[in-house]
């Protein structure tokens, strides 16, 4: 007979930002709809995982940083993190560990954890070994089982080090592909005398901070050169008070909304973007 230990099913997962907390989300639902067993998925996530059944053991937001400064001024929350992160995933003893995108965070984890026995440890969304750090590829096939990447190219730069990786596609795309909620219209020409254009700063908060004073000076000389010009902003609840507040007194005739329904249908209306890097780039080409 075999105890109730070993026939658990507990996946623990990590995400680190908007995007990771997105294709988190949608990973968790595809699992619980997969598996006929309930499966306890514990670990780092934002809304939308944790809306999906994620336990978390602390916010994503911790571990959200971008740049080098914020991660200096930051270095002892996020070590604190680390530990305690590493500490949860031993008192959990989860069958499967899934790290999404995050690397600086999600690989030191996954190397902290190595040796923990029947782990099946897992990566979503490879570095960018092809454009910087190549060595890390070689590392990584050191402490990970399996790597799942978003394009057809990059799967030779880890294969060819040992380690087992897997194309899965990008997450955004097929989402949007597949939502009802969005009506696509091609547009054949632009009208210059009624210009709609997205801002699209990013889902952290020091994006926002870095991005939007640069996408206001932006927009307020374009309103110089065209006329009717309207601006249309998609953000977070959480990021939208901080948004607005770079438009007071900037006279942009503007709609913002965090409501992710209406996503698509603003890619699809708008002439052109002003927008952070990232799978919001992908979105707005397809």
Known sequence: MQSSNDNRNIIFIIAGEASGDQIGADLIYQLKKLNKNPIKFVGIGGPKMIKEGLNPIFDMSEISVMGILEV????????KLLKLTEKSIYLN???????????GFNLRIQKKVCKIKNLKK????????????AYRAKQMSKFLDLLLVLFPFEKKYFTSEGLDTEFVGHAGIFRMNND??????????????????AILPGSRLTEIR?????????????????NNIKFFIVTLPSLKNHIEKYLINVGLEYYITDNLDEKYNIYSDVDCA??????VSLELAN
Do not use: R
Request: charged share 20%; proline share 6%.
């Open 72 to 79: 200096v001024v930051k270095i002892y929350k996020i070590i």
């Open 93 to 103: 003893k989860p069958n499967i560990l899934i790290t999404i995108d995050s690397p």
């Open 122 to 133: 897992i990566h979503y969304v490879a570095p960018t070994v092809w454009a910087w750090k």
């Open 180 to 197: 009802e909620t969005k009506t696509i219209t091609k547009k054949e020409t632009i009208d210059l005398n009624n210009l709609k254009i």
């Open 210 to 226: 870095k991005l939007m004073p640069v996408f206001v000076k932006v927009a307020v000389q374009l309103t110089k050169y065209f």
């Open 274 to 279: 002003l927008c952070a890097s990232g799978t």
